[in-house]
């Protein structure tokens, strides 16, 4: 925070170029039940999230937001800071909080943002904001970027502190903010309708040791379309590697591999996910949007000691008529949930969604997951009821 004041003391203000300002806001309204075999009553939370910022523009190449979040929830259910733990979780508590304050600076090809920031890397498997929870995930942070050509980025991060979703009411100290001092090395080239991105991740908990890893991955991503129709790929091979003061050693493999195929409209995906484990360690990617991978239960938050191999399909498009014609965004998707070591399957999931604008601009989203235990947790049922209002209005000055 010292470092962020320090720098918006020092952005010039020149009298021929008034400051810019805007207001920012996102309003979400939801429902979450959670029918868990483990417990004896169904959790029902019903939560807000108004987020709320102010972005100001100084001068030419500065920009500051001053961000803040508040969640308001009711209902019977586990929220991991409210000590009602015969209900199922539903990982949104009630709190308020600094959620981004950050200054940033850009002139031709670089830039640099330092403070209290949203960091979301690729598709955020390593890092990302975990948007999907009423409370974001950001990071204290310094972030440095450079495009030496309009095909070559390079990015680097430098996380001080990672604000986690459970916020700083948590029950466990460790759910909260954690010190850090991890290092993101990202670097992409784009060409065409293809990009390859290398990168090292040193990450470097300073609360809980065993968390520490290296991990260096590749990343390939492209499409090969024509009017509409045709392949797209997804491809990534990475290892991770106890790192810092990490008591264990370990050294697993991580990849992914997502054909697809567009028609009409109609996305179908099959895609393997692989995180190794050896029965002691496994591939962890704690500062990673979890909600995307491995299914909308969320069992896989922690990977198991064994390994996990994800394999799965999927469907998604748009659908609708008359005035919601191609309006209607929907995804279905099935998971098949193996250890990476022995014989053990955990379990079956199946996910689906649909997306309706509103009208006022408001956006409706109704969503479901089932997982079918197997040899791993319980079954588990999520439905949630979802209704979002954003935007943003630009200040005279």
Same mark, same amino acid.
């Given at each position: 925070?010292?470092?962020?004041?320090?720098?918006?003391?020092?952005?010039? *203000?020149? +009298?021929?170029?008034?400051?810019?300002?805007?207001?920012?806001?996102?309003?979400?309204?939801?429902?979450?039940?959670?029918?868990?075999?483990?417990?004896?009553?169904?959790?029902?939370?019903? /939560?807000?999230?108004?987020?709320?910022?102010?972005?100001?523009?100084?001068?030419?190449?500065?920009?500051?937001?001053?961000?803040?979040?508040?969640?308001?929830?009711?209902?019977?259910?586990?929220?991991?800071?409210?000590?009602?733990?015969?209900?199922?979780?539903?990982?949104?508590? /009630?709190?308020?909080?600094?959620?981004?304050?950050?200054?940033?600076?850009?002139?031709?090809?670089?830039? *640099? #943002?330092?403070?209290?920031?949203?960091?979301?890397?690729?598709?955020?498997?390593?890092?990302?904001?975990?948007?999907?929870?009423?409370?974001?995930?950001?990071?204290?942070?310094?972030? !440095?970027?450079?495009?030496?050509?309009?095909?070559?980025? %390079?990015?680097?991060?430098?996380?001080?502190? %990672?604000?986690?979703?459970?916020?700083?009411?948590?029950?466990?100290? !460790?759910?909260?903010?954690? @010190?850090?001092?991890?290092?993101?090395?990202? %670097?992409?080239?784009?060409?065409?309708?293809?990009?390859?991105?290398?990168?090292?991740?040193?990450?470097?908990?300073?609360? *809980?040791?065993?968390?520490?890893?290296?991990?260096?991955?590749?990343?390939? /991503?492209?499409?090969?379309?024509?009017?509409?129709?045709?392949?797209?790929?997804?491809?990534?091979?990475?290892?991770?590697?106890?790192?810092?003061?990490?008591?264990?050693?370990?050294?697993?493999?991580?990849?992914?591999?997502?054909?697809?195929?567009?028609?009409?409209?109609?996305?179908?995906?099959?895609?393997?996910?692989?995180?190794?484990?050896?029965?002691?360690?496994?591939?962890?990617?704690?500062?990673?949007?979890?909600? +995307?991978?491995?299914?909308?239960?969320?069992?896989?938050?922690?990977?198991?000691?064994?390994?996990? @191999?994800?394999?799965?399909?999927?469907?998604?498009?748009?659908?609708?008529?008359?005035? &919601?014609?191609?309006?209607?965004?929907?995804?279905?998707?099935?998971?098949?949930?193996?250890?990476?070591?022995?014989?053990?399957?955990?379990?079956?999931?199946?996910?689906?969604?649909?997306? %309706?604008?509103?009208?006022?601009?408001?956006?409706?989203?109704?969503?479901?997951?089932?997982?079918?235990?197997?040899?791993?947790?319980?079954?588990? #049922?999520?439905?949630? &009821?979802?209704?979002?209002?954003?935007?943003?209005?630009?200040?005279?000055?």
């Amino acid at each position: 925070m010292l470092v962020l004041l320090i720098a918006t003391a020092a952005a010039p *203000v020149h +009298a021929a170029n008034p400051p810019k300002a805007s207001l920012e806001w996102d309003l979400r309204l939801r429902h979450e039940a959670v029918d868990d075999a483990g417990f004896a009553r169904r959790a029902d939370a019903s /939560t807000a999230r108004l987020r709320a910022g102010l972005r100001l523009a100084p001068a030419p190449g500065w920009t500051l937001l001053l961000e803040g979040e508040g969640v308001a929830g009711t209902g019977r259910y586990n929220s991991g800071a409210n000590g009602r733990t015969a209900f199922p979780t539903v990982l949104d508590p /009630t709190s308020a909080e600094l959620n981004q304050a950050w200054v940033a600076w850009a002139h031709g090809r670089g830039g *640099v #943002t330092v403070g209290r920031q949203r960091i979301a890397l690729d598709n955020q498997r390593w890092v990302g904001n975990v948007g999907w929870r009423q409370n974001e995930q950001t990071f204290d942070a310094v972030e !440095l970027r450079w495009q030496p050509t309009t095909a070559l980025a %390079v990015r680097y991060d430098w996380l001080d502190k %990672v604000h986690r979703v459970a916020s700083d009411r948590a029950l466990a100290p !460790l759910a909260r903010a954690r @010190d850090l001092d991890t290092h993101l090395l990202n %670097v992409a080239w784009t060409h065409g309708a293809q990009q390859w991105v290398g990168y090292a991740y040193l990450h470097d908990d300073r609360e *809980v040791a065993s968390a520490s890893t290296a991990t260096y991955g590749l990343r390939w /991503t492209g499409s090969a379309m024509r009017e509409g129709h045709g392949f797209g790929w997804t491809a990534e091979a990475a290892r991770q590697q106890d790192h810092a003061r990490n008591p264990a050693r370990f050294d697993h493999a991580y990849w992914l591999l997502e054909p697809s195929w567009t028609q009409h409209g109609i996305t179908a995906r099959a895609g393997w996910e692989h995180l190794g484990g050896d029965g002691t360690t496994a591939v962890q990617t704690p500062l990673a949007t979890l909600h +995307a991978f491995n299914g909308w239960d969320d069992q896989f938050g922690t990977t198991p000691a064994k390994g996990l @191999d994800d394999r799965y399909l999927g469907l998604g498009g748009k659908t609708g008529r008359g005035r &919601l014609a191609g309006k209607l965004a929907w995804a279905v998707a099935w998971h098949d949930y193996r250890a990476d070591v022995g014989s053990l399957r955990y379990g079956r999931e199946w996910n689906a969604s649909l997306a %309706v604008p509103l009208p006022g601009g408001l956006a409706g989203l109704v969503k479901v997951a089932d997982y079918r235990a197997d040899g791993f947790a319980r079954d588990n #049922t999520k439905v949630w &009821l979802q209704v979002e209002w954003h935007g943003a209005r630009t200040l005279s000055p």
